[in-house]
């Protein structure tokens, strides 16, 4: 019975400790001790990831000479096609700013882009994040939008430190993007994760059309989140007819695996 | 000065065994990625120290886990070294013998009581701020947690055995002395 109620006090004991330590926190009395801490772990961790990415890296193969010269002519081909959508796309926009000109239209804000490394990524069931080497000091604050390759957004920062921040991905389960189809009904949606590497995209009227291989761009409708950032391609439709919206199954653009470095979009 | 000098020890060793474990989580493919790595050198910490000093080495290397997750603070920490103080009772009233599946059942329990806590933790929360969470995934993760961390920890236990680390190194041999003699066994 003595045994039994230490144990009782070892328990209570543990539970008080723990709810002070988590008030502590709150509160920031133990910034200094974890930002310490964090310095240090951090320098580890980063040493770690970068070696997670070349291992991985490495670990892609190809099974015989003619899936890797099919590979090859695939990423040709795509080139020339991307090329092609490049220059079309620098034309659009010349055409687009001296329209914005004539008829004096005044930008509401700009963003400007502050590079990051990656430096760790989630080590929990529930989140699909990664850890940057940014932070509040930099101007970063909790959602702003995460980029790869000047367009592509991966991410939104879900929690600031000082020179830190994590970054929740669009395939994390809490992820919720505004988003929009490139189609003809510029069909509006809100792009979800939480299923594998693929993400979902909701809320998607139920009486416009939408076709396999469209583009997914931000709506711009969300503060701090421009429109045009892209997201990725629908690669399947989901719709009953006794539903109001439809849904589509969307593969994102980069795989969030492996990367490297990524820009923070913050308003300037 | 001994005091101080066992305290950077204890941190060093927490510090290096928390970036261990992110290494595992960043290197190894899915689904090895799920072994808990700071758990295992807890348990075989618990196991043949047989010290209470674990389960405030729990705590604080959950505390250095708690900086790199995005589940509420305290979460993780508070099912972690809950289901420590409980695997510490287990070993010291219900488990009286030092074999390899004793501790792997040790694992075991421990690891159910620790995710079970942790998972109550997060259905609490998510009625708190609305979240939500991807059940199916979540199982899927700590399933394969509990079956690949288990795995590990006993074959370091069948390891431990076949080395006889109590022959060939003397300084490994005082411990279990220390310990009151025990070894693994079959």
């Excluded at chain 1, 133990?30 to 772990?41: A, M, V």
């Excluded at chain 2, 950077?8 to 799920?34: C, E, N, S």
């Amino acid at each position: 019975m003595p045994k039994d109620r230490s144990q009782l006090r070892l328990i209570i004991g543990v539970s008080v400790i723990t709810g002070l330590v988590v008030i502590a926190h709150l509160i920031g009395w133990l910034t200094p001790i974890e930002r310490l801490f964090r310095s240090i772990t951090n320098k580890g961790s980063q040493a770690v990831y970068t070696l997670s990415i070349q291992v991985h890296d490495a670990s892609e193969t190809f099974d015989s000479v003619g899936e890797l010269q099919a590979a090859y002519q695939t990423t040709k081909e795509a080139l020339l096609d991307t090329q092609v959508d490049a220059t079309r796309l620098q034309l659009l926009e010349d055409e687009n700013q001296e329209l914005k000109a004539r008829l004096g239209y005044m930008m509401s804000s700009t963003y400007q882009t502050i590079g990051a490394q990656v430096i760790g990524k989630n080590i929990e069931p529930l989140a699909n994040t990664i850890v940057i080497d940014r932070g509040a000091a930099d101007g970063i604050a909790v959602g702003n939008p995460v980029i790869v390759d000047d367009g592509i957004i991966v991410g939104k920062v879900s929690r600031v430190e000082e020179h830190t921040a994590i970054i929740r991905l669009l395939t994390d389960s809490q992820s919720r993007v505004g988003a929009t189809i490139v189609n003809r009904d510029k069909s509006l949606g809100i792009i979800e994760g939480g299923y594998a590497i693929s993400v979902r995209m909701t809320l998607i009227p139920q009486n416009e059309i939408i076709n396999l291989g469209d583009a997914i761009i931000t709506s711009g409708l969300e503060s701090g989140t421009p429109r045009g950032l892209y997201i990725g391609t629908i690669t399947s439709v989901q719709k009953e007819t006794y539903q109001s919206f439809q849904e589509a199954i969307v593969q994102p653009a980069i795989d969030s695996n492996k990367l490297h470095t990524v820009g923070v979009l913050i308003t300037s | 000065m001994r005091l101080i000098l066992l305290l950077v020890g204890y941190t060093t060793l927490l510090l290096a065994i928390t970036i261990f474990h992110l290494g595992a989580r960043y290197i190894l493919p899915a689904p090895w990625d799920q072994i808990n790595v700071i758990f295992i050198f807890l348990l075989f910490f618990l196991f043949i120290r047989q010290s209470g000093s674990v389960i405030w080495m729990t705590f604080f290397s959950h505390m250095l886990i708690e900086l790199y997750t995005t589940t509420p603070y305290g979460i993780v920490l508070y099912s972690s070294t809950l289901a420590m103080v409980a695997m510490h009772w287990f070993m010291i009233r219900v488990i009286t013998n030092r074999t390899w599946y004793s501790v792997t059942l040790l694992s075991i329990i421990g690891l159910l009581l620790y995710r079970s806590l942790y998972t109550l933790g997060i259905i609490i929360t998510s009625f708190a701020t609305g979240q939500v969470y991807n059940w199916r995934a979540l199982a899927s993760d700590l399933g394969w947690e509990l079956c690949l961390t288990s795995l590990v920890v006993a074959g370091i236990a069948v390891l431990l055995h076949l080395i006889q680390v109590r022959a060939f190194h003397p300084f490994i041999g005082k411990i279990y002395e220390r310990s009151r003699g025990t070894t693994f066994r079959y």
